[in-house]
């Protein structure tokens, strides 16, 4: 028997990552600095990145639902129809991250790990057996 389903539609899911994501662009993190030889205080405006967590607290924080662990986990096969909408939204927040990192908006080795993505470098190291006649 399936549970409620607070957001009735998977278009209705994608309408709200939508809201989320023009919400979030709209509203630029503020970093005080100071500029130029003279140090004049300035705000710099810094760019939000999309994230599946920050998708949720919009939700949570407009009354829509508390989290959307249950339409990721399909259970009892109630929410087929989102995981092709969630696939798609987790798709764009990648995106956004991985090409805000490459255009250095975001901390490239902060969005590199939460992709999973990693520098890696094979390190052989022989090691010698060396035993002691005491």
């Not at 129809?81 to 990192?101: H, M, N, S, V």
Request: net charge positive; aromatic share 12%; glycine share 6%.
């Amino acid at each position: 028997m399936s549970k409620h389903k607070y957001i009735k539609t998977p278009e209705k899911l994608w309408g709200l990552f939508i809201a989320y994501m023009a919400d979030t662009k709209a509203k630029p993190y503020l970093k005080h600095d100071f500029v130029g030889k003279d140090g004049d205080s300035v705000n710099r405006r810094l760019e939000r990145p999309l994230t599946w967590v920050g998708f949720e607290c919009y939700l949570y924080d407009n009354k829509i639902i508390c989290n959307l662990s249950s339409y990721e986990a399909n259970a009892d096969n109630s929410y087929k129809d989102y995981l092709p909408i969630i696939t798609r939204i987790k798709r764009f927040i990648e995106k956004d991250q991985f090409e805000g990192a490459t255009a250095g908006i975001f901390n490239a080795n902060i969005i590199a790990r939460k992709l999973g993505l990693a520098d890696k470098q094979d390190i052989k190291l022989d090691v010698y057996d060396v035993k002691l006649n005491l």
